[in-house]
């Protein structure tokens, strides 16, 4: 799949960097042309991509992330990408220059049920808050789901709340549990 990836940014040469999003702590970058260390600055950097899927591995990328310099690449990619892998992977993007690619099925809505159950909480317990496409679901699975004011209309108009900052959603937290 990783190789499969690789070939479809291929001819979009320098302006595509790819990375893999290993956990927490590792990403493993396609070096090209410098986007993400540009757009995304402090992030650490072990190896290549191209040397990451030369060596046999017991560790698998839980997201892959495409970098674009521009929205034409971006949705030439999407548009590519979401019919390649119909029925195999997720495609979305959390902002205006990003692709994301993950397993089918696991999403932040799975992660917030997950983590749920761990705490023995219920949904009306629990507040998220987002403000990409890729937070719909985690937004839309709980009752109080927030997208940030500065969020697309096309997100805030399907959840329930709209809030300016974590601040200010702690703060509503507070007083709702009083």
């Known amino acids: 799949m990783i190789r499969e990836i690789m070939q479809i940014c291929e001819p979009y040469g320098e302006t595509v960097d790819f990375a893999l999003d290993m ?3 590792e990403w493993v970058v396609l070096h090209r042309h ?3 260390e540009e757009n995304y600055g402090g992030a650490v950097f072990n190896t290549t ?3 990451y899927i ?3 591995r017991d560790m698998y990328p839980n997201k892959i992330f495409v970098v674009c310099e521009n ?4 949705q030439e990619l999407m548009t590519t990408m ?3 892998f119909e029925g195999r992977l997720e495609v979305t993007s959390s902002g205006h220059d ?6 089918l099925g696991v999403g932040k809505d799975i992660a917030v049920d997950e983590i749920l159950k761990r705490l023995n909480l219920k949904k009306n317990q629990a507040a998220a808050i987002g403000d990409e496409i890729n937070d719909l679901a985690m937004l839309k699975c709980i009752p109080y789901g927030f997208a940030m004011s ?3 209309e096309e997100i805030k108009r399907q959840v329930p709340y709209s809030i300016t900052s974590v601040h200010e959603l702690i703060e509503w937290c507070m007083k709702h549990n009083k």
Not at 71 to 74: D, F, N
Not at 98 to 103: K, Y
């Open 54 to 56: 030369s060596v046999p």
């Open 98 to 103: 990003n692709i994301e690619i993950g397993c």
């Open 49 to 51: 991509v191209q040397q």
């Open 82 to 84: 979401k019919k390649r």
């Open 71 to 74: 929205q034409i690449v971006k």
């Open 34 to 36: 410098g986007l993400i």
């Open 23 to 25: 956990d927490w702590i």
């Open 150 to 152: 500065s969020a697309r």
